[in-house]
T-cell receptor, first 113, second 113 residues
């Protein structure tokens, strides 16, 4: 079982609110990722990081931002939530080099009203 | 553009039966191919990973095959169990900087008693 955690698991929030989705891993992995997944649809990479102070945008454009101040922590922030942000957000991490299998957290289901 | 196509989109089988899921990809250059299992509301969990030189790999009742020439992979599930009900996602890694992943849309499998 992977040691990667996401909080909250579920979040219902009103339009215009600022939210931060937390992701932490205890495996010492350098690489971390954020994916967005709508119900029954494929995962889309929105952010990734190669290590501390490294952040890059993924394939899918997102209004969210991320930070990587510590190796184990990769929070995602939405400054002003909108209904179009309603989705599931999955965090993952992997070692640098080798097979680089990504280990996923349980996800955060976000509903913006 | 890198793409991963999976078929069928959904599948219903009876408990104890076998099934085979298909994955076709157009990712270049190819690095490796993974099959993930994603339970509803959870993050994906890696089942198998195969590199260019590997034709088959097993993980319990799951057997994955890879034909790098035709760019096809399959996941065979033997003696299905109710707990096999999930989405199965084919993920291909490009052998370039960053080893970015291309996700298939998944096959939603339901095993009925």
């Amino acid at each position: 079982e992977a040691d990667i955690y996401q909080t909250p698991r579920y979040l219902v929030i009103g339009t215009g609110k600022k939210i931060t989705l937390e992701c932490s891993q205890t495996m010492g992995h350098d690489k971390m990722y954020w994916y967005q997944q709508d119900p029954g649809m494929e995962l889309h990479l929105i952010h990734y990081s190669y290590g501390v102070n490294s952040t890059e945008k993924g394939d899918l454009s997102s209004e969210s931002t991320v930070s990587r101040i510590r190796t184990e922590h990769f929070p995602l922030t939405l400054e002003s939530a909108r209904p179009s942000h309603t989705s599931q957000y999955l965090c993952a991490s992997s070692e640098r080099g080798g097979e680089e299998t990504q280990y996923f957290g349980p996800g955060t289901r976000l509903l913006v009203l | 553009k890198n793409q991963v196509e999976q078929s069928p989109q959904s599948l219903i089988i009876l408990e104890g039966k076998n099934c085979t899921l298909q994955c076709n990809y157009t990712v270049s250059p190819f690095s490796n191919l993974r099959w993930y299992k994603q339970d509803t509301g959870r993050g994906p969990v890696s089942l198998t990973i195969m590199t260019f030189s590997e034709n088959t790999k097993s993980n319990g009742r799951y057997t994955a095959t890879l034909d790098a020439d035709t760019k096809q992979s399959s996941l065979h599930i033997t003696a299905s169990q109710l707990s096999d009900s999930a989405s199965y996602i084919c993920v291909v890694s490009a052998g370039n900087a960053g080893n970015m992943l291309t996700f298939g849309g998944g096959t939603r499998l339901m095993v009925k008693p």
